[in-house]
C-alpha cells in the first residue's frame, strides 16, 4: 500500500486565487513526480524533484506553478492565480531507483 | 498529442472472460512500459512492468511487450467484477525514476 500522504484530499478555489497543495512521499523515496489528471483521465507531467532538486518541469509549471520539496517538511504545488482549466487531480508519487513509482491519493481541486 | 496510445477506449467483458488491452508508444527514446490500474476515485496502482522483449506473467494478467514496435499488451484472464477499473498504459525512459507518459487509458467493465 501507497504510504504517499497528499492533503488537502478536496479544495475549492476561485478563479485568480492561490491553491496551494502538500504532498509527504513515502520515506527513504528520493525522487518525487507531480501530475495532472483531467476529467478525461489524461495524465500531465508538471515536475519531479530529486532530494530538494527541481530534475524536470514543463513550461505551464514554470510560468503559473510553484513547487518545492524541502528537506525534513512536505512538498508542496502552488498554482499562483487558479483558471477554470486548472479544474483536476493532481496526483503526487514517490520512488527509487528500485521500485516503481508509488501514487498518493491526490488532492482533487475545483476552480469555480 | 498523446505519445502514448491505448485501445480500446472501453471494454466490456463477462465474467470469467478474457480483457486485452493495447498499448503502442511513438516516442522511440522510450524503453519500460507500466500497466497501472485506477478505480474510480482512487490512486493509480501498478500492476505489472516490462522492460524485456517477451511476455510476463502474474496470476491471472498476463503482459507482452515488443520493443521493436514500443506495443504492449495486457490480458486478463478469468476477468471479475472486482477488476472493473481504468487501465492506464505508461512508457519511460530508462528506470521507475524517468518521467512517465501516460496513455488516456482503456475503462474495463467486467459484467457478473
Known amino acids: 500500500n501507497s504510504k504517499v500522504i497528499q492533503t488537502p484530499r478536496y479544495l475549492v478555489k476561485g478563479q485568480g486565487q492561490k491553491a496551494k497543495m502538500r504532498c509527504i512521499p513515502e520515506?527513504?523515496?528520493?525522487?518525487v513526480f507531480w501530475y495532472q489528471q483531467n476529467k478525461n483521465n489524461e495524465f500531465k507531467f508538471l515536475i519531479n524533484?530529486?532530494?530538494?532538486?527541481?530534475?524536470?518541469q514543463i513550461d505551464m509549471t514554470e510560468k503559473r506553478f510553484s513547487a518545492e520539496c524541502p528537506s525534513n517538511s512536505p512538498c508542496s504545488l502552488e498554482i499562483q492565480s487558479s483558471e477554470a482549466g486548472d479544474s483536476a487531480l493532481y496526483l503526487c508519487?514517490?520512488?527509487?531507483?528500485?521500485?516503481?513509482?508509488?501514487f498518493g491519493k491526490g488532492t482533487r481541486l475545483t476552480v469555480v | 498529442q498523446q505519445k502514448v496510445q491505448q485501445s480500446p477506449e472501453s471494454l466490456i467483458v463477462p465474467e470469467g472472460g478474457m480483457a486485452s488491452l493495447n498499448c503502442t508508444s511513438s516516442?522511440?527514446?522510450?524503453?519500460y512500459f507500466w500497466w497501472y490500474r485506477q478505480h474510480s476515485g482512487k490512486s493509480p496502482k501498478m500492476l505489472m512492468?516490462?522492460?524485456?522483449?517477451g511476455e510476463k506473467e502474474e496470476g491471472r494478467f498476463t503482459v507482452h511487450l515488443n520493443k521493436a514496435s514500443l506495443h504492449t499488451s495486457l490480458h486478463i484472464r478469468d476477468s471479475q467484477p472486482s477488476d472493473s477499473a481504468l487501465y492506464l498504459c505508461?512508457?519511460?525512459?530508462?528506470?521507475?525514476?524517468?518521467?512517465?507518459?501516460f496513455g488516456a487509458g482503456t475503462q474495463l467493465i467486467v459484467i457478473p
Open positions: 508519487a514517490s520512488g527509487t531507483a528500485n521500485t516503481e513509482v508509488f
Open positions: 520515506k527513504g523515496h528520493p525522487v
Open positions: 524533484f530529486q532530494n530538494q532538486e527541481v530534475l524536470q
Open positions: 516516442d522511440r527514446n522510450v524503453d
Open positions: 512492468s516490462i522492460f524485456s522483449n
Open positions: 505508461a512508457a519511460s525512459k530508462g528506470s521507475a525514476l524517468g518521467r512517465l507518459h
